[in-house]
């Protein structure tokens, strides 16, 4: 059995089935874990014996994993489908998923373009009208055709300068892998061959010629999904060529790099490249397009710092950096002159963390105050003229488009505030609503607060809280805690109808803005990276503890939450801590820490966590709270649902395997623990029906370990019946 394309409902004869006791309040039979085969594997870091014994996991073509994973999803499907409410749970959210999103529009030749969904459909569809005409617009692109299961997605689409062509990315089963399709914009019909192979990518068009696109060196047969992938390389293709003869133009193994990337300006005149190590940092280049023998001029050399071209005029790029400003700036710099010592200040850095788009013939600058977002225009010699009006205290995003464009478009959405576009006209500030979702939900019922609480070594953490208005803080509040802690990204408040299930039964959701993210600059995301990351797990667990000493929840009503990342901070938790919560969710998380880097693209994370290969003290550290090696035996751990991916090639959905397996064979009492594996998934990428039934398996799962009955849940089904 090959696990990438295959499940057998069936569980193989060899695994031998014991019983263990079944938790929650409303599920009588005892549940039942295959047999896990140990063996005898051994690794040796700086000296020290490590036992691995179900290395064997890691191999995703094997019939023995794949028996296995058939075997562990049947149990997890016999548990979820008993619980009396899960399919309510289902209904529920298909009735609130179920409205019209339409993107803002863009303008590429002679069309105006914009993404829709009627409410249920798997992917958004890519509509048209011709630019100034009353047409009805008309399907462009519809990725719900591309496969029946709806598991091939769009994942992106760029347009030549006219828009006579178009370039777009498609992805099979989750997989972070793509291919290339070029059409022709006006006939549809496709233009030379399908380019395969493409990873970590967009495209990029130097006029109707060609593009330039990133991928590695295809992985070793059999190992697609998990080999490791290094030396990512810029190629550029031209049109009616073979793939076989694109034009290697940077990275590969002359110039090593794990993440390569380019774009053309939109002036056409230069290629800027992007070459980082790690996740956490990238080397700037720029080169001639007009004359191609000319040498790359290279416009910061330090690996790791961020930096990003925001906009060219000329031979004057505009550079959006942490360089000599913790909390980024926006600096010009001269082709002729790019050394540091020449750079100047267009928005110079304050106290906020600083975000930066451009669009209109503008900047705009948007600040981070306390993981809320205020906007500023400026123009391009740096002069403020306005702060944008926002309608309330959330999250803004977008004022990015052509220089050209007259009106842009931005959307603001709180965890109270459905997500609405607005069309801004950039010449006098005016905002004006353009969609505003039609959706079941009223604001006025619920509180979203901001309170601050100190971490273990005193530093103040941010939460966001939202609940009921009239919800009793009486400690048995069920409590979603989510988190995340990590690659300098920052956790704004965002509107999830999907939450709405969770909410309008009573319950809590809170997200923590823990260190090692981006919310106060580069100092905070460092404090939770290598030797400090326990700060994050400290951080989580302080966040906990304030929710459990204010009477807004119980360690028997709370569950935790994270995902990647933040399945690595529910991992960690919930092994340091197990007393602290009732349900554990970790999703595709990194949970062998000292392998990590082994697989995929896993090595680029290392500026934040560190490798065991480092040192004997960094494998110490690692060891010490890795979540596959910090489960003991005998110990009651929380009901946990782990949940990943077949198609998960960025973690690996052997991180998961392995630490399931380790946690059935250690726990004891009756608390459940459970892995689902998506099949034709990846890391996040999913169709509208996967995401609704991993949502209403989760919530179904945390409700009956809580032996919490949702009660407006039943009422609304029966009253809908």
């Not at 394309?5 to 309040?25: E, K, T």
């Not at 694109?246 to 002359?254: A, T």
């Amino acid at each position: 059995m090959y696990l990438r394309q295959v499940y057998s409902w069936a569980i193989a004869p060899l695994f031998a089935l014991f019983l263990v006791a079944c938790g929650g309040g409303s599920i009588e039979k005892q549940n039942t874990y295959p047999e896990t085969r140990k063996s005898d594997h051994i690794d040796v870091y700086h000296g020290q014996e490590m036992k691995d014994p179900y290395r064997w996991l890691e191999n995703d073509n094997s019939a023995e994993t794949g028996d296995w994973v058939a075997a562990q999803n049947r149990v997890t499907r016999d548990y979820l489908d008993e619980i009396p409410f899960r399919n309510k749970i289902k209904e529920r959210l298909e009735v609130l998923y179920n409205y019209e999103r339409v993107s803002a529009p863009f303008k590429e030749g002679n069309y105006e373009y914009f993404y829709k969904n009627t409410g249920l459909q798997n992917h958004s569809v890519l509509y048209r009208s011709t630019i100034g005409s009353d047409e009805t617009p008309k399907v462009f692109l519809d990725p719900n055709t591309f496969s029946e299961d709806g598991t091939v997605a769009l994942r992106g689409v760029s347009f030549t300068k006219d828009g006579s062509l178009a370039g777009y990315l498609i992805s099979e089963g989750g997989a972070d892998w793509r291919k290339i399709i070029v059409i022709d914009t006006e006939t549809k019909e496709i233009v030379g061959d399908t380019l395969v192979d493409v990873k970590f990518s967009g495209l990029s068009w130097e006029g109707n010629e060609g593009f330039f696109y990133s991928s590695y060196v295809h992985p070793e047969s059999g190992t697609l999904l998990s080999g490791k992938t290094e030396y990512h390389t810029l190629f550029y293709h031209k049109l009616g060529t073979p793939q076989s003869e694109d034009v290697q133009i940077f990275g590969g193994m002359e110039n090593p790099n794990r993440y390569v990337g380019g774009y053309v300006t939109e002036d056409q005149q230069y290629l800027v490249i992007s070459a980082a190590q790690n996740t956490s940092g990238n080397q700037i280049y720029v080169k001639s397009l007009e004359n191609r023998e000319a040498p790359l001029i290279q416009l910061q050399d330090d690996y790791f710092a961020r930096c990003s071209v925001i906009h060219s005029e000329g031979t004057t790029f505009y550079l959006y950096t942490n360089i000599g400003a913790p909390k980024s700036r926006l600096v010009s710099v001269r082709l002729g002159d790019p050394q540091k010592g020449a750079w100047k200040d267009v928005i110079p850095e304050n106290e906020n963390v600083l975000r930066v788009s451009s669009g209109g013939g503008k900047f705009f600058a948007n600040y981070l105050i306390n993981a809320n977002t205020k906007v500023y225009q400026y123009g391009y010699d740096g002069t403020l003229e306005r702060e944008i009006e926002l309608p309330g205290i959330g999250s803004a995003f977008g004022f990015g488009g052509k220089r050209e464009e007259e009106e842009l478009y931005f959307s603001f959405t709180s965890f109270i505030y459905p997500s609405t576009i607005f069309k801004y006209t950039v010449s006098s500030g005016e905002t004006e609503v353009y969609r505003k979702p039609d959706i079941d939900f009223d604001p006025s019922r619920y509180v979203s607060r901001q309170v601050f609480f100190p971490s273990k070594d005193g530093t103040e953490i941010p939460m966001f809280i939202v609940h009921k208005k009239e919800l009793v803080l009486d400690g048995k509040n069920p409590t979603m805690l989510y988190a995340y802690g990590g690659f300098n990204i920052s956790l704004t408040p965002r509107f999830n109808v999907l939450n709405q299930v969770w909410l309008e039964n009573g319950g809590i959701y809170a997200q923590p803005n823990l260190r090692g993210g981006g919310e106060y600059g580069k100092a905070w995301h460092k404090a939770g990276t290598k030797m400090n990351k326990q700060n994050v797990f400290d951080d989580f667990i302080a966040a906990a503890e304030h929710l459990i000493d204010n009477n807004y929840t119980s360690s028997d009503y709370l569950a935790i939450s994270g995902g990647s990342n933040g399945g690595l901070l529910v991992g960690a938790t919930m092994t340091q801590r197990p007393d602290l919560m009732k349900v554990a969710l970790p999703a595709v998380g990194v949970l062998d820490m000292l392998r990590y880097h082994q697989f995929t693209a896993g090595a680029g994370w290392a500026e934040d966590y560190g490798t065991a290969d480092d040192s004997p003290e960094m494998f110490e550290y690692l060891r010490k709270y890795s979540p596959l090696h910090a489960l003991r035996d005998g110990t009651k751990y929380p009901a946990t649902l782990v949940t990943t991916a077949d198609h998960d090639d960025r973690v690996v959905p052997a991180h998961s395997f392995k630490f399931a397996a380790r946690l059935q064979e250690a726990n004891v009492g009756d608390n459940p623990t459970l892995i689902r594996v998506q099949t034709r998934a990846g890391h996040g990428s999913v169709s509208t029906e996967q995401r609704l039934e991993v949502t209403a398996d989760r919530f179904a799962f945390a409700w009956e370990n809580m032996n919490f009955v949702p009660k407006e849940l039943i009422q609304f089904h029966d009253s809908a019946n």
